[in-house]
């Protein structure tokens, strides 16, 4: 195992009354893709914002490697906020003296033919999203946390940005943290999933072993209880039930077809309304 | 070179990634002493995560497939002889698993070999 770059110790948020994270421990080691998925308003966004230093734990610890201090992390919040009246020359230089910046790098920016004399306000949610990732690329970032922003990407930007993240991973070895609802484009790359729920992770699995320990009973009849499923969504006439952790003597034991789900069919169920989640103990 | 990922595909992206450098080796498209693809190109054209690349690129060196001497990148060690063989391995492996389903379905090996005949003297194939 590589070198944890950050991790959690007990780290536990809330907002006022709400709890966010509870006791939270996780680890994020050099040079791995992971993908936080969840529910709406669960924290995934919260713990990006720790992590990046943002915002600052209640309780519990945030531990980073030397590789991962301050201006090496790469953060991408869902709101892509800039002072909306300043020109993009004006955010540049602001974040490179921020940052410890030498040089920004500005080849994504100049392929998509834009100058720095536009002000922020003017740029569409691509091109802001674009400019965000030239900024934190420039740190040469060890750690990238990114918020959901593909979804409100077109397609040729958003390929830009997916390259542009491979790329950097490929040079620097960094550790790309990304939180995604749209997921079926980048199904293949990242090499680890976390799903959020109840302020800590219900699933933490590498994407390659996922596909053998979750899968899908479609049925019209309730499940014998002794099953493990982890959620189910029982709106339609055939229930779908998501069975997790699945070992293959399941399948003699209760003679019901298990069937595969690809990684995106996961991620979305996990966010959308139509299941009733079963707590884990 | 003609290189995808199916991403609906259950088999794990390196394991797709080892097939088709593979097949473009048996068909001619890559041959013996061809350099592969940087590991960051193939990376970016195939909108995979690097370290995938790279662990379908090691399977390969492990394999005797190629080579990767003084880590200027990784090359084709594919002589003609052993293309040969791989590519009946590889085709044996595809017609076993094809009687396999056709037994599945309650086919005989007449059967089959009658639609081959069958096949075999239809106008488009003579």
């Not at chain 1, 750690?143 to 830009?160: G, K, T």
Request: proline share 4%; aromatic share 8%; hydrophobic share 45%.
């Amino acid at each position: 195992m590589n070198q944890a770059i950050v991790e959690t110790r007990e780290l536990s948020f809330g907002f006022s009354r709400k709890k966010v994270l509870d006791e939270l421990c996780v680890s994020f080691p050099e040079s791995e893709w992971a993908v936080i998925a969840g529910r709406n308003g669960v924290g995934k966004s919260t713990l990006l914002r720790l992590l990046a230093g943002v915002l600052f734990p209640k309780s519990g610890t945030i531990v980073r490697a030397e590789a991962a201090r301050q201006e090496k992390i790469g953060f991408i919040s869902d709101t892509l906020s800039l002072f909306e009246d300043w020109t993009v020359e004006r955010a540049i230089a602001f974040h490179c003296r921020a940052f410890a910046v030498d040089r920004f790098d500005d080849r994504l920016f100049t392929r998509l033919g834009l100058g720095q004399t536009v002000r922020i306000k003017n740029l569409s949610a691509g091109e802001r999203a674009i400019l965000h990732l030239s900024l934190v690329l420039s740190q040469q970032p060890s750690l990238l946390l990114i918020d959901e922003v593909m979804h409100m990407l077109d397609p040729y930007i958003r390929d830009l940005f997916i390259e542009a993240l491979i790329e950097h991973m490929a040079a620097k070895r960094a550790t790309v943290l990304t939180v995604n609802h749209t997921f079926s484009e980048i199904e293949k790359i990242p090499e680890r999933l976390l799903v959020m729920d109840g302020g800590r992770f219900v699933v933490d699995e590498p994407t390659e072993a996922l596909g053998g320990l979750m899968k899908k009973v479609i049925s019209r009849e309730p499940l014998p209880e002794a099953l493990p499923c982890f959620f189910k969504k029982t709106d339609g006439i055939y229930k779908e039930y998501y069975i997790y952790p699945f070992r293959e003597e399941l399948r003699a034991e209760h003679g019901l077809e298990f069937q595969d789900i690809a990684l995106a069919e996961i991620v979305k169920a996990f966010i959308g309304g139509g299941y009733e989640q079963k707590r884990m103990a | 070179m003609n290189l995808t990922i199916d991403a609906k595909s259950p088999l794990p992206a390196y394991q797709q990634v080892i097939q088709a450098i593979k097949l473009e080796v048996l068909s001619g498209g890559l041959c013996d002493g061809d350099l592969l693809p940087s590991i960051r190109d193939l990376a970016k054209l195939l909108k995979l995560n690097p370290n995938t690349v790279a662990k379908a690129y090691y399977a390969l060196e492990a394999e005797g497939f190629s080579e990767n001497r003084s880590g200027s990148g990784s090359r084709v060690r594919v002589p003609a002889g052993r293309r040969d063989a791989l590519r009946q391995a590889m085709f044996e492996n595809e017609l076993k698993n094809f009687l396999e389903k056709a037994v599945s379905l309650g086919f005989s090996l007449e059967d089959i070999q009658q639609f081959i005949e069958r096949i075999k003297n239809e106008p488009s194939h003579r």
